[in-house]
């Protein structure tokens, strides 16, 4: 069965620092994968998705991941981490046909410290 | 902008009361889904549907019901309402060329 981890359930990192979280899947094959991201008391909007070529995506806000097919990792980066980054992440899966529902990893909660 | 649209947004209700949960969206996605998200915890499907007159349960258990009579709209109600049911409920959206769910606002219902 499919599943996703985050090894990490909170993180906490000062202003201007990087980040990288942690993310790995559990699938037959190589999946979609996805990163989301959820502000406080709202829904979750998408950060950025990989599903074949480069390994190295960007997303929105100064985010990128990277999959790594021989860990099975997608981890999320960013160089420089401003306060409003604070927020719940979730890496997210999903197989290559249409049919297959989404896979979510537990999240891993943002603070970020002035 | 938000093409999936939840109301209400917040909803305080007795216990007993009989509630419905909306989401609708304007993509002309065929699946759609709710999720149960304790404040700060994980998500769990509850419902999903594949299409009009296509309802499933999740992986979580639900005292729930959905119905998806048009594509567009996939509510959710509790015939009686129970402070257990307190939590908030995401709908969330997907189409054969959108890549990656699309996600509402969320209602964060409170049982009292």
């Known amino acids: 069965a499919q599943s996703v981890t985050q090894p990490d359930i909170h993180i906490t990192v000062s202003e201007g620092a990087s980040l990288e979280l942690r993310c790995n899947y559990s699938y037959g094959a190589t999946p979609y994968l996805f990163w989301y991201v959820q502000s406080p008391g709202q829904g979750l909007q998408l950060l950025l998705k990989y599903f074949s070529g480069d390994t190295l995506v960007q997303g929105i806000k100064g985010f990128e991941a990277e999959f790594k097919r021989s860990q099975s990792s997608f981890n999320l980066r960013k160089p420089s981490v401003h306060w409003s980054d604070a927020a719940e992440y979730f890496c997210?899966?999903?197989?290559?046909?249409?049919?297959?529902?989404?896979?979510f990893g537990p999240g891993t909660r943002l603070s970020v410290l002035p | 902008e938000a093409d999936i649209y939840q109301t209400p947004r917040y909803l305080v209700i007795g216990t007993g009361k009989k509630i419905t949960l909306e989401c609708s969206q304007t993509?002309?996605?065929?699946?759609m889904y709710w999720y149960q998200q304790d404040p700060g915890m994980e998500l769990h499907l509850i419902h999903y549907?594949?299409?009009?007159?296509?309802?499933e349960k999740g992986d979580l258990s639900s005292e729930s019901t959905v119905s998806r009579i048009r594509t567009e709209h996939f509510p959710l109600t509790l015939e009686s309402a129970r402070p257990s049911h307190t939590s908030q409920y995401l709908c969330?959206?997907?189409?054969?060329?959108?890549?990656?769910?699309?996600f509402g606002s969320g209602t964060r219902l409170t049982v009292v």
């Open positions: 969330a959206s997907v189409g054969p060329s959108s890549y990656g769910y699309t």
């Open positions: 993509m002309g996605h065929d699946k």
């Open positions: 997210a899966v999903v197989g290559n046909n249409y049919g297959q529902n989404f896979v």
């Open positions: 549907s594949y299409g009009v007159n296509s309802t």
